[in-house]
């Protein structure tokens, strides 16, 4: 398990204990467990048997070392215990169903013999009241506490579906993700991550309200369901302001440790034997602020949870927590010192707004007097910074749209400067034709009229020249014609015409 370290940004620091690797995230947790991933400098791709060792502790793959439901399974006083979701140094998480109400609920519990430890048993209760009094939707709930028939205490409450914010944004990092959501949910401070990290800041910003620090705020302990809900776990190491907490009892050397829900577990190779013992935890080191990573109890407080909302915003803006090391010590160092020049620096190189770089700084400030005095602030700054940037956005989109606008309506003028165009040219064609058929018409018309004034001027001009030379024709008729002999004679005197002719005597009758 220890030759699987890539680096230590997510490991938790405690007291008393060893020291094991933050395995990988599962791609899709149906567990109320935030497995820790390591974010920093470093990383390479999990081997297979890593990737199934996350899906059997996610669930998809049964885990051959988890003892089998039977005997080794404590039995719930009104709950059916189902199986086991993850299991720590100190305890165990089961997923069972409430007898009564029929739902489906995370049984936690100490492992068989903790149980007779005073700390981890009032550690155990500590964290069970604490997350019992902070009733906000992005805190998972606590439904009961109770004791187990060997005296081991037990808490139910909500089972949570969904992934890690550690796990989303290491989906960001890849070339190309199997899941599209992760496309658009891990984008560089898009709204929906930053809405995210709001949910974040109003959920933490309710437990300052009631004087209640988180102490161990990470992208592996920040649950996103498949609709958007995000819940804040792992209260393990929370205390109420003003109280001690049994982690600041012991001073003792630190060690890094796994948490699975506010259970932590130690599991560091030495001698070729697997150690696994319990400690007080005392947070992420490369999430800590300088007085928590120097145990300054006095000065820990809500500016602490501040300084590691800057942590979670410094992920998601480039991509590393605050503090980056090859080991543990040396990020435990840069942390007790505030040794933050490179974190600045790649703040500074940030492909993001200068609003959210500058939020970031003030988060990050080593001197807790210059951070927002808590995460309601941050809470409040966010949501100015979301709002502006929506209202850019919005002026981007109408601006797109008066520009998509102008040009549709640039583009329905020219379409109608075209089609006027080719109307005209149109009208001018049939115009065109129109003349060619009149000129076409008034040509025949022409024709017909020179026709029949050719025809009227040959009437004129034949007729009286066949009228001529038929009176020629007469005449020389009339010439030619032999002259009768009465016709030479002398024409009768007067008095012989006036004589009649002789009477004819004889009767009809004769005749």
Not at 313 to 328: E, F, K, N, R
Request: proline letters at 8%; glycine letters at 8%.
């Amino acid at each position: 398990m220890a030759s699987h370290i890539t680096n230590s940004a997510d490991l938790t620091i405690k007291r008393g204990g060893q020291t094991s690797p933050a395995p990988a995230p599962e791609e899709t947790q149906d567990v109320t467990s935030a497995a820790p991933r390591a974010i920093g400098s470093g990383r390479v791709p999990a081997s297979g048997a890593v990737r199934t060792a996350n899906a059997q502790r996610s669930g998809r793959v049964p885990n051959p070392n988890a003892p089998a439901l039977g005997a080794s399974t404590p039995s719930v006083p009104g709950y059916v215990v189902k199986g086991e979701i993850a299991r720590g140094g100190m305890g165990v998480v089961l997923a069972g169903r409430d007898v009564v109400l029929n739902r489906e609920v995370a049984i936690k519990t100490l492992l068989p013999g903790t149980g007779i430890n005073p700390v981890a048993v009032r550690r155990f209760v500590s964290e069970a009241r604490i997350t019992a009094r902070l009733p906000h939707p992005g805190i998972p709930p606590v439904h009961a506490l109770g004791t187990l028939p060997d005296g081991r205490p037990f808490l139910t409450m909500k089972l949570i579906k969904g992934r890690t914010l550690s796990a989303i944004l290491s989906g960001r990092s890849r070339q190309s993700s199997d899941r599209e959501s992760d496309l658009e949910i891990t984008a560089p401070h898009t709204p929906g991550l930053l809405q995210i990290f709001e949910q974040v800041c109003q959920a933490v910003g309710f437990a300052h309200s009631q004087n209640v620090i988180h102490r161990d705020l990470k992208p592996a302990n920040i649950m996103v369901g498949a609709f958007g809900e995000v819940q804040v776990m792992d209260w393990g190491l929370a205390r109420v302001i003003g109280s001690r907490a049994p982690d600041e009892e012991v001073n003792q050397s630190f060690v890094e440790t796994e948490t699975f829900w506010g259970m932590e577990t130690s599991a560091l190779k030495r001698d070729n034997t697997e150690l696994s013992q319990a400690g007080e935890a005392l947070g992420t080191p490369a999430y800590m602020p300088k007085e928590q990573a120097l145990g300054e109890w006095n000065k820990v407080d809500a500016r602490a949870d501040v300084f590691a909302l800057g942590g979670l915003l410094c992920v998601i803006l480039t991509g590393q927590p605050p503090y980056v090391g090859a080991s543990v010590m040396e990020v435990v160092r840069r942390a007790g010192t505030a040794d933050l020049r490179e974190t600045i620096e790649r703040l500074d190189r940030a492909d993001a707004d200068a609003e959210l770089i500058d939020l970031c700084k003030r988060c990050l400030a080593p001197n807790p007097a210059d951070r927002p005095p808590d995460a309601g602030a941050v809470a409040a700054l966010i949501e100015v910074y979301r709002l502006k940037l929506e209202d850019r956005l919005k002026m981007a989109e109408t601006a797109r749209l008066a520009s998509l606008a102008t040009a549709e309506h640039v583009r329905h003028r020219a379409e109608a400067e075209r089609a006027a165009k080719l109307e005209a040219e149109a009208r001018a064609e049939r115009s065109a034709r129109r003349a060619v058929k009149e000129a076409a018409k008034a040509a025949i018309e022409r024709r017909r009229n020179r026709r029949q004034l050719i025809i009227a001027l040959a009437a004129v001009i034949l007729i009286p020249l066949l009228y001529g030379e038929f009176r020629a024709y007469m005449i020389r008729r009339e010439w030619n014609q032999p002259i009768p002999t009465q016709s030479l004679q002398s024409p009768p005197t007067p008095e012989a015409q006036k004589t009649p002719p002789p009477r004819n005597t004889k009767s009809p009758k004769s005749r």
